[in-house]
């Protein structure tokens, strides 16, 4: 039987994140320049979102430029920002077919003009759109995002519109770039890193995490479903004893 028919799909996780990671190492060991893994990757977001979207799950969160990341090459940042605006344009068609709906969390605001613009355009485009949330994490730090969901929260106090005491933790998670969203019950690394890097961190706290050796562009549905398929092997206590949540 394939992973696929092994799924569950009364218990799917309704938000699944994930850290693609290995590009680089993927072209190297072919020979190749850096760039090429990432062309590569772009393969793989496209089988892994066709994938999620045909299960029914709801978000989708990739991790696709850290903020840390600008201090690549200057080769290597330029040719990812251009990858992103001509996928866009590649893609913009199929997400519409598949009822995909494009979301962004990060300082958009230190991308490249055309490529906020563009990013921006097909968030717009696909607004309209039920199936899938697919969101990118774009020049994304999960601590910037603390920062940023605390000074938002002091700006309310010091307006009066909120008292400190009225902050609590559903009002802060509310003020982060995820608002609105349910947190991750599934993190999946590639590449055989063993860390988080920045993203994510308050989101995360029960999330399931996932570690494979395989390289992002090596990674396709096959291994999104097995993922899933360990996930619902797992027992989620939630600081209970398996007994209380059986
Ligand atoms: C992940 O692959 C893609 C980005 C961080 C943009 P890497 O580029 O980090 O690949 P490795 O980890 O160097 O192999
Ligand atoms: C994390 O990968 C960022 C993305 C996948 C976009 P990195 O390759 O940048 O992370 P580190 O440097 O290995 O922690
Ligand atoms: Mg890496």
Request: charged share 25%; aromatic share 8%; net charge neutral.
């Amino acid at each position: 039987m394939s992973y696929k028919d092994q799924i569950d799909l009364q218990k799917l996780p309704r938000h699944i994140a994930v850290i693609m990671d290995g590009n680089g190492r993927w072209a190297k060991g072919k020979g190749k320049l850096r760039v090429f893994g990432h062309h590569n990757g772009v393969l793989s977001v496209r089988d892994v979102v066709e994938a999620a979207g045909e299960l029914g799950v709801e978000y989708l969160t990739l991790y696709t430029f850290s903020a840390e990341n600008w201090n690549r090459p200057k080769l290597e940042v330029t040719a990812i920002m251009e990858l992103l605006i001509s996928t866009l344009n590649k893609e913009i068609a199929k997400l519409m077919n598949n009822n995909v709906r494009l979301n962004a969390i990060g300082d958009l605001s230190k991308l490249p003009g055309k490529c906020h613009r563009e990013l921006l355009a097909a968030i717009e485009k696909t607004s309209v759109n039920t199936g899938l949330v697919l969101t990118l994490a774009l020049s994304y730090s999960s601590r910037d995002e603390i920062v940023h969901a605390a000074q938002q929260l002091a700006a309310k106090v010091q307006s009066g519109e909120l008292q400190p005491q009225d902050i609590n933790e559903q009002l802060f998670e509310d003020n982060l770039y995820t608002g609105g969203m349910p947190n991750p019950e599934l993190l999946i690394r590639t590449s055989g890193e063993y860390r988080i890097s920045n993203y994510l961190l308050w989101q995360i706290a029960y999330a399931e995490l996932y570690f494979t050796q395989k390289l992002w562009p090596d990674f396709r549905r096959e291994d999104l479903f097995e993922a899933i398929l360990d996930y619902q092997k797992r027992e989620r206590r939630f600081g209970k004893t398996s007994e209380q949540v059986n």
